[in-house]
């Protein structure tokens, strides 16, 4: 179980990161040294040992000691003694390589137009691979590693800034000076040809369907009723109407 330090202990903690070296956590401050306070808590819990602060906590600092080392702005937070930060300012050395991380779903877009600012008003890239997938990971679980080449970057008129080892600032990188995986292939979607669905006929109640193949019986048994034939009753009435044409009158009426 991980200790959890006293509101003393921690403010220390926080003040050492956010006044002196939040480059080795993967944090940079913009010019007001103030970061945003959902990042910095997801920094914190990559340390072993922080992974338990919460909001709740930083609030507890601010509460119980009488002059808090740190300050909060809305969404951001920084150190009071901010302007100890180092300022940005152009890098004259580079690596030949520096690395940076795009969420998965804008890679094919990245290729396409090049890498600018998201969330930040410079592209942060390290020259460590392992700080550049930390801080990826951080907007997405599967980030894309890219490789940036420092010297075709600046070539292609891209200025890099010092933040403190082993970030850098850059104001965009254009399209054709990094390299990352390739894209993958889009699947093929098998073509399914629809069979034509049955004709459906709603039945009302009371009503029937007569089948066409049946239609001939039904013609024939109407033209036996037109020659004559008709139902059972009509028989009988001619039958009885012949019988009393052949009887005998009785004796009484001859």
């Not at 403010?11 to 050492?16: D, E, G, N």
């Not at 480059?23 to 808590?41: A, M, Q, R, T």
């Not at 965009?172 to 979607?189: E, Q, T």
Request: with cysteine; proline share 9%; net charge positive.
């Amino acid at each position: 179980m991980t200790k959890r330090r006293s509101p003393e202990q921690l403010a220390k903690i926080i003040s050492y990161i956010l006044e002196r070296k939040p480059s080795e956590f993967g944090l940079v401050p913009d010019l007001d040294g103030f970061v945003k306070i959902k990042e910095f808590l997801k920094a914190l819990s990559e340390e072993e040992g922080l992974k338990y602060v919460r909001i709740s906590d930083i609030n507890e600092i601010l509460i119980t000691l009488s002059n808090p080392c740190l300050e909060i702005s809305g969404s951001r937070i920084r150190a009071k003694n901010y302007r100890a930060l180092p300022e940005f300012i152009p890098a004259h050395t580079l690596p030949k390589i520096l690395y940076t991380c795009v969420r998965k779903k804008t890679y094919p877009i990245v290729l396409e137009k090049g890498i600018f600012p998201m969330g930040f008003s410079h592209v942060i890239l390290s020259s460590v691979p392992e700080m550049a997938e930390r801080m990826g990971k951080r907007k997405d679980p599967t980030p894309v590693l890219l490789v940036v080449q420092t010297q075709k970057s600046l070539d292609g008129g891209t200025t890099f800034y010092e933040t403190g080892e082993p970030l850098y600032l850059a104001d965009a990188i254009p399209p054709g000076c990094f390299a990352g995986p390739a894209l993958p292939k889009p699947k093929d979607v098998p073509i399914t040809l629809k069979t034509p669905e049955k004709e459906v006929v709603e039945k009302t109640p009371g009503s029937f369907l007569m089948r066409i193949k049946d239609s001939k019986a039904f013609d024939k048994s109407a033209l036996r009723g037109k020659k004559g034939k008709g139902t059972g009753r009509e028989k009988e009435q001619q039958k009885g109407k012949k019988w009393r044409q052949k009887r005998e009158p009785p004796p009484w009426r001859q």
